[in-house]
C-alpha cells in the first residue's frame, strides 16, 4: 500500500490536516488498515519537500492543513493510471511460512496448513456477514477484495497441501552449497577473474 498516493488522493478532495487524513482513509478502507498518526506527518512532510503537496497556514484550531499541488495532482493521476505490479506489493508472509516448513525438521506442515485453512475461513465468515451489512461503496470493493483474497488463499492452501502430501520430506540443501550459488558469491568470482 502506499501512504503517499493515498494521502494525495485524498487531499484531492480538499485541503485537510493529518488527523483528518488519517480518519478519512481509515473510513475509506472500513478501518481495515489502520494508519499511525506519525506515519502520515513523515509522508506529508516528504510530500511537501518534493512540492507535490503545500501547507496552508494554521487554522484557529493550531492544526496546519495541506493541499495536493500541481506537481501532485500529476503524480496522483500516473499513480491511479499505472497498474500495480505484483512486484510493488509486499512480501506474503504465508508463502514464506509454508516455504520454510516444508523444509524445516520437525514442522508439521499439514498442521501448520490446516491451522491457516482453520483462521481463513473463519475470517472469510466474518467478512461474509459483514458484507451483509450497509456500507459505501468504498468499503464494499475493499471488503469484496478482501473476500477474493480469502477465498483463492484457502483454494491455494488446499493445492499446498495436496502438492506437499505428494511430494513427502524435503531436505534443504546445505549452507555452503547456497552460498556457493548466490548472486553475491557469483559477483565476488566475477570480480575475482578481473
Known amino acids: 500500500m502506499s501512504v503517499k498516493h493515498s494521502l494525495l488522493a485524498l ?10 487524513l488519517r480518519a478519512a482513509f481509515e473510513n475509506a478502507t472500513g478501518h481495515t488498515w489502520p494508519l499511525n498518526i ?3 506527518y513523515t509522508t506529508l512532510s516528504r510530500l511537501e519537500r518534493d512540492e507535490m503537496v503545500e501547507a496552508l497556514p494554521e487554522n484557529e484550531s493550531g492544526q496546519r ?23 510493488d506489493r509486499p512480501r506474503d508472509e504465508l508463502t514464506i511460512k509454508l516455504a520454510l516448513a516444508v523444509t524445516t525438521p ?8 490446516q491451522r491457516q485453512r482453520a483462521s481463513t475461513l ?15 461503496l468504498a468499503w464494499k470493493l475493499v471488503l469484496e477484495s ?13 493445492h499446498t497441501e495436496a ?3 505428494r511430494s513427502g520430506p524435503q531436505t534443504p ?14 559477483s565476488e568470482s566475477l570480480r575475482e577473474k578481473r
Open 11 to 20: 487531499l484531492e478532495r480538499g485541503p485537510a490536516y493529518g488527523y483528518q
Open 38 to 40: 506519525g506515519q502520515v
Open 65 to 87: 492543513p495541506y493541499q495536493i499541488t500541481d506537481s501532485g495532482k500529476r503524480h496522483l493521476a500516473g499513480w491511479f493510471a499505472a497498474p500495480v505490479r505484483a512486484a
Open 106 to 113: 520437525g514442522v508439521d506442515v499439514a498442521q501448520v496448513i
Open 122 to 136: 473463519r475470517t472469510l465468515q466474518e467478512y461474509t456477514r459483514l458484507k451483509a451489512g450497509d456500507g459505501d
Open 146 to 158: 478482501m473476500i477474493f483474497r480469502a477465498e483463492a488463499e484457502i483454494r491455494w492452501l488446499d
Open 163 to 165: 502438492v506437499v502430501a
Open 173 to 186: 540443501p546445505p549452507f555452503d552449497e547456497l552460498a556457493a550459488s548466490s548472486p553475491e558469491s557469483e
